[in-house]
């Protein structure tokens, strides 16, 4: 039981990273009064974006070009977060349509550019991210193996933004506006807030994030671009709803799909979990979102004017 | 008088909205077409070309036609009450799976099996639809969030069960193909477009079309359902029982996506294939959106997008222009419909414009 718990969660925390910083992006976009359907779309975005720059500056940067591919991707996932804020804060379009809309034109574009350059739709990077032992942490029992062998070095990076997120949504002012601007937008704009871009600011973070995210499953575990993040997207907005809109429920709720799914991809090979079929892990995250959701009908942490034009 | 009908209607013309959106979708396509060097008017009449060039392409783009346009009445139906069904992807998975061993497992009289084939697509969209629709009446849970769940666990229980119980003989990633005469193909139709995929889904998406126009605009039921949409604290307030609506549209759209999930994996390609969650779902949304919602519109706006999705075989055979330029117009299209308060803007001003000139020169 030890060995396989061991064996399987640096697999896990890979998995939820990408995860926590979509989810997280997701937090920003919501708590500052825009629904982001199209979290998937724009990892899609940062997936491909950094896939092409590295793909192009591989051979001539070597290791940097790794660097250089998060940036690319992080920007690429802002730049194409704008659609969305446009629509939903300037021309207070459906925002739930808008979000469909940005999943579907970030599958369709991307593997149209990607056909276009590569021909066969799928762009493979030479190099991924060497896993490291932490010194010294990854002795100490039982905490070491589980967290700090095999580790990549975005990892520490997640967690890093996850942490100033923390910070920055709850104990500074800047925080304060931006949540309040999903609570009680007139409210805030009548204490001299500017609303739009407050909300401007939280959709492109939630870009930023999500492209972030993207970046990170190419350059940890996927290693190639293949035009699909697998529903990851959709899987922060549950966690998103499932940590109830908090920076902390968040991480609890990521960490906790992530080990469902890396559970259910090992599950065959692993004895004392193959009496389970897989398909129960798969399918747990989702049941449990809606599970959670029956749960806290009665008091949803939701931001009041989430969805709602301004 | 008629003027000013006509000021007010210019921002809400859904059909001058919906023909903005599409040239500016194809305007998009075009961009992107010569973005890669590519010459889009070649592009674009291979494009049709591929989807219109003879009758058996004709069949398999109304083939096409036929799953999308069932998806878009599921999408348009739950529109009418107010409510985004998101998962008519996985609804159609679920009503495809039942139809699935339906069509391997039980042997009837060809009329006979029909219904029971139709029925079980239906039935399998409909559980799976109503489900977010209780969760939406009883729990107040969001039905796009519901449905978007809903989807992954059709996704991922079509991955898990195909292989275990419907597994072909060669391919581990998709089911043993269905026997003609268990399918929805016909060979008089199939003789008749020239080998073409074109089905009896095809009449079932046209009396589908028929009957939620009739259920929307003829009946009671749908007087309520519309009125939901319109204000549900209004309904509620003039007695209508919104919760009970609420279940009864979703139950509904899932069954018409159910039965757009039929038309697919027993007509059109007639077997299963797992790890997909079918595009159509998601192109229905377009359908809809640029049908505004009305099951003509939703009829013609299918054989659009069926145009689009069966040509760009044809067109990337010929050009240079991947397949997926069609999957991106449809998606530039959603984006435009939902930001069409903008055109409403813009043919507002230039009309203002216009009128203004006018009295000057009066």
Redesign the interface.
Known sequence: MWSTLSSIFPYAIAYTMPMLMAALGGLYSERSGVTNLGLEGLMVIGYFFSAMTIKLTEATLGVNALALGLLAGTVAGAVFSLLHAFASINLKADQVISGTAINMIAGALTVYLARTISGSGNVRIMMGIIRKNIPVLSKIPIIGPLFFTQTYWTTWICLLIWFVSYFLLSKTSFGLRLRACGEHPSAVASAGVNVRLMRYIGVIVSGALSGFGGSVILITYSGEFNGTVAGLGFLSIAALIFGQWKVLGILGATFFFGIATTIANVSQVIPSLMIVPPVYFKIFPYVATLLALVAFSKRSAAPLASGQPY | MSKIRRKESLGSNTFLMAVSAVILGLVAGAI?MAM?GSNPFSGFSYLFRGGLMNIERIGNTMATATTLMLVGLSVAFAFKTGL?N?GASGQMLVGGLCATIVAHKVFLPRPLFLVVLIGSGLLGGAIWGVIPGI?KAR????E???T??????A???V???VPAYLKGPSLETESASIAITQSLRAPWLTKLFHGSYMNLGFFIAIVCVILVKFILDKTTLGFGLKAVGFNRHCAEYAGIRVNRNVVISMMIAGALAGLAGLTFYTGYSRNMQIGV?PSQG?DG??VA?LGASNPIGVFFSSLFFGILQSGKGFMNAMT?V?P??A??I???I??F???S??FGRIWESIFKRRRKSAKEEQ
Do not use: G, Q
């Open positions: 992107l890669i985004f998101i969760l729990f107040n849970v969001h796009v969030v519901a978007i769940m809903m989807n992954w666990i996704y991922w229980s991955y898990y069960f969650l998601f949304i377009a959106l240079s991947p997926e330029i999957d991106t449809i998606a530039t959603i984006y419909t939902a930001t308060v903008l």
